[in-house]
T-cell receptor, first 116, second 112 residues
Framework: EPEVTQTPSHQVTQMGQEVILRCVPI?????FYWYRQILGQKVEFLVS????????KSEIFDDQFSVERPDGSNFTLKIRSTKLEDSAMYFC??????????????FGPGTRLTVL | GDSVTQMEGPVTLSEEAFLTINCTYT??????LFWYVQYPGEGLQLLLK?????DKGSNKGFEATYRKETTSFHLEKGSVQVSDSAVYFC???????????FGQGTRLTINP
């Protein structure tokens, strides 16, 4: 069964450093998402991406964050200058459809980011 | 804004017990409702969903009915197993929005 994969599973970085989290969505999916879960808190939406551009983003997704689909398979989340409060589990998800037509989002296993 | 509230966890039950995890929501439109499950060390997996009022989602013995009048989507299972131990998340997606809005998750532990 196709699945969303994410690398690395755990990333440790120093405050102020740039990190790139990588995801490979399911191959025929067109919509891509990033969510995060700070320890003990809710899973929060960050951004959705369709047709090579951001289609929706939350207040959390400020100028420190960016997303990219550099090739036909990868979908990345970049944090330019990490802060302690960026420590969280980051989940990538993808869906065939989106927008008005709510479709099932399939999640990857997550990348645990620890900022020291 | 849209929100989802789940019953506080953790929940601990014995094998073969009846399970209910409560979920209520607030939404401006007519959302689709979901239950996701996260097993230890794994990502979020869709357990079941319902896209309109009175729909019942079901999977692996779990059920949830979309109740518009009570804005609820409670998860039930008649006889739980040790393998059902996981964290369960209720979520909604409003029409015209792409994001999922999650509840806080409920950790379920089933003892043999």
């Amino acid at each position: 069964e196709p699945e969303v994969t994410q690398t690395p599973s755990h990333q440790v970085t120093q405050m102020g450093q740039e990190v790139i989290l990588r995801c490979v969505p399911i191959s025929n999916h067109l919509y891509f998402y990033w969510y995060r879960q700070i320890l003990g808190q809710k899973v929060e939406f960050l951004v959705s991406f369709y047709n090579n551009e951001i289609s929706e983003k939350s207040e959390i997704f400020d100028d420190q964050f960016s997303v990219e689909r550099p090739d036909g398979s990868n979908f990345t989340l970049k944090i330019r200058s990490t802060k302690l409060e960026d420590s969280a589990m980051y989940f990538c998800a993808s869906s065939v459809a989106g927008g008005f037509f709510t479709d099932t989002q399939y999640f990857g296993p997550g990348t645990r980011l620890t900022v020291l | 804004g849209d929100s989802v509230t789940q019953m506080e966890g953790p929940v601990t039950l014995s094998e073969e017990a009846f399970l209910t995890i409560n979920c209520t929501y607030t939404a401006t439109g007519y959302p689709s409702l979901f239950w996701y499950v996260q097993y230890p060390g794994e990502g979020l997996q869709l357990l079941l969903k319902a896209t309109k009022a009175d729909d019942k989602g079901s999977n692996k013995g779990f059920e949830a009915t979309y109740r518009k009048e009570t804005t609820s989507f409670h998860l039930e299972k008649g006889s739980v197993q040790v393998s059902d131990s996981a964290v369960y998340f209720c979520a909604l997606s409003d029409k015209g929005a792409q994001k999922l809005v999650f509840g806080q998750g409920t950790r379920l532990t089933i003892n043999p």
